[in-house]
């Protein structure tokens, strides 16, 4: 069994460019969580599917921002014309399909994908 | 709104004692979750245990157990005969009964084992 896979690990890019990240959540999980997290601080909430639909995100989602998860899978997030500011740790997670509560059903997340933006 | 409050930046241990690291949230969900987190130099998020607003028992994993105070709203992370491993950041994070945006964390705590 392999966990959340995210790619790459580290992207550097010059201001103004545009960046795709990509994660592969558990298999078996529905649920997909996009996380940023900047030095010092806990990761802040993006946006989430459960299965193909984006049902929520968050303010931090400027319009610069997207995630898809086309066929319920895998999920990537784009960030256009970037910004020095978008430089953080961009973390995916997932969680399973409950039949009872969905909020004690723990998230698993990856190791991350580490934007610089110079 | 959720809001996780942990209020100590840092924290130095000796090795093998115990160590608790405090964490207090406010909710106006009734049924929610509290979840404590590992994150090593490496990165990753390592998910350690779970407590459920209307478990009546504090909840143990390993080393690892969970004071919870409902009343208080605080769930403090305790862990046991510490070891140079534990050393990482710990976050303190929950999610509400209506939830369906994920957990949310607090700033974290920076843990140092010392040998």
């Known amino acids: 069994d392999t966990g959340v896979s995210q790619d790459p690990r580290h992207k550097i890019t010059k201001r103004g460019q545009n960046v795709t990240f990509r994660c592969d959540p558990i298999?078996?999980?529905?649920?997909l969580y996009w996380y940023r997290q900047t030095l010092g601080q806990g990761p802040e909430f993006l946006t989430y599917f459960q299965n193909e639909a984006q049902l929520e995100k968050s303010r931090l989602l400027s319009d610069r921002f997207s995630a898809e998860r086309p066929k319920g899978s895998f999920s990537t997030l784009e960030i256009q014309r970037t910004e020095q500011g978008d430089s953080a740790m961009y973390l995916c997670a997932s969680s399973p399909r409950t039949t009872g509560a969905i909020y004690n059903s723990p998230l698993h997340f990856g190791n991350g994908t580490r934007l610089t933006v110079t | 709104a959720q809001k996780i409050t942990q209020t100590q930046p840092g924290m130095f241990v000796q090795e093998k004692e115990a160590v608790t690291l405090d964490c207090t949230y406010d909710t106006s969900d009734p049924s929610y979750g509290l979840f404590w987190y590992k994150q090593p130099s490496s990165g990753e998020m390592i998910f350690l245990i779970y407590?459920?607003?209307?478990?009546?028992q504090n909840a143990t994993e390993g080393r690892y157990s969970l004071n919870f105070q409902k009343a208080r709203k605080s769930a403090n992370l305790v862990i046991s005969a510490s070891q140079l491993g534990d050393s990482a950041m710990y976050f303190c994070?929950?999610?509400?009964?209506?939830?369906?945006?994920?957990?949310?964390f607090g700033k974290g705590t920076h843990l140092i084992i010392q040998p």
């Open positions: 994070a929950m999610k509400g009964g209506g939830g369906a945006d994920g957990l949310t």
């Open positions: 298999s078996e999980h529905n649920r």
């Open positions: 407590q459920g607003s209307y478990d009546q």
